[in-house]
């Protein structure tokens, strides 16, 4: 479903936020994204929500190259996410149930669809009675379950939480959990963004760990395991497009290009190359660096024989 790969993103000042980030994401999989401040797991959400783009890599959401997102296009593609943001932002001139209605009135619902969504995600979040609520009336935890009633207004294939139980007390952060879990089971994919260990232990899914603008750890079970990351199908790829290089190469510690024109002159073993000439040197089209490669070749393996 989504695919970072060797994403790197840098800023002015040589500020490296993330360097070669690769992960994927499964259909259905509900998994953290954990790491401390500055590790560059905000910059990773940006990306992928198209408020910025990478320096180098790809991302891909199913069949769209997020990058290259025509900025017409960016509406529908941000439809298909749905996104808590760590400050929440509900609009605070409006009641709960405006701030829902609001954000499926946008979606070009009719009032009666408004109404029942409106009415099934209050309820999914458990706070029907509160629907008349301004933000400042409601406690934090409301705040932020209401939140996530509103980011499933446009029913979303993609549900990114940053830090929604940050600022929650044990009790809280627990019902905002089994609420992400509910969703979850009705087959969106969840990835939540988090500093609580307690949540992350306490769901003993994937997590991914980011440090320094590195993904360090790809785990499934707890927030501090460390496990070395998946590789994904585009690094498997060119691990085994290098692998079959290195096995085709006849002499170890030569270059490839160099073994590919020892290839094509037919020279198979130590013996041919210490017979060469400068002539054949200059045949072959040795340029200078490969000239002197070769030359230190040479010497190391006359060097062994020596001393065995």
């Known amino acids: 479903m989504l695919l970072f790969d060797k994403v790197s993103k840098k800023y002015d000042g040589g500020i490296i936020a993330l360097e070669d980030v690769g992960f994927k994401v499964d259909q259905g999989e509900f998994f953290f994204l954990v790491g401390p ?6 910059t990773l959400m940006r990306l992928l929500i198209r408020e910025e783009i990478p320096t180098s890599g790809s991302i891909f959401f199913k069949e769209i190259d997020v990058p290259n997102i025509p900025t017409k296009l960016l509406p529908t593609y941000r439809q298909r996410l749905g996104i808590v943001f760590q400050d ?3 609009l605070s001139t409006k009641t709960l149930e405006e701030n829902i209605n609001f954000a499926l009135d946008i979606l070009g619902k009719e009032d009666k669809e408004i109404k029942e969504t409106t009415d099934y995600l209050l309820e999914t979040v458990g706070l029907q009675d509160r629907r008349n609520l301004f933000p400042h009336q409601l406690s934090g935890g409301e705040q932020q379950r209401g ?14 939480a940053d830090e929604p139980t940050g600022n929650l007390d044990p009790d809280n952060a627990m019902q905002v959990l089994e609420i992400l879990k509910k969703i979850n089971k009705g087959g ?15 769901m003993k899914t994937r997590v991914v760990r980011i440090d320094q ?10 927030y501090d395991t460390v496990k070395t990351p998946k590789k994904t199908s585009a690094e498997e790829t060119k691990d085994k497009e290098n692998k079959k290089e290195e096995e085709n190469v006849k002499f170890k510690g030569l270059d490839i290009g160099i073994n590919e024109i020892f290839d ?4 198979s073993d130590i013996d041919m190359i210490l017979n060469l000439t400068n002539s054949d040197l200059n045949n072959l089209k040795l ?6 490669e070769l030359e230190k070749y040479v010497a190391n393996y006359l060097n062994k024989e020596k001393h065995e």
């Open 37 to 42: 401040s500055g590790a560059g797991k905000t």
């Open 264 to 267: 094509k002159a037919k020279i």
């Open 188 to 202: 969106t994919t969840v990835m939540i963004i988090s500093h609580d260990r307690g949540i992350v232990n306490e």
């Open 88 to 90: 929440i932002k509900l």
């Open 147 to 160: 939140a996530i009633a509103r980011a499933l207004a446009n029913n979303p294939e993609l549900f990114i």
């Open 287 to 292: 340029n200078k660096s490969q000239q002197d």
């Open 213 to 222: 603008g590195k993904v360090i750890s790809d785990n499934k079970g707890d």
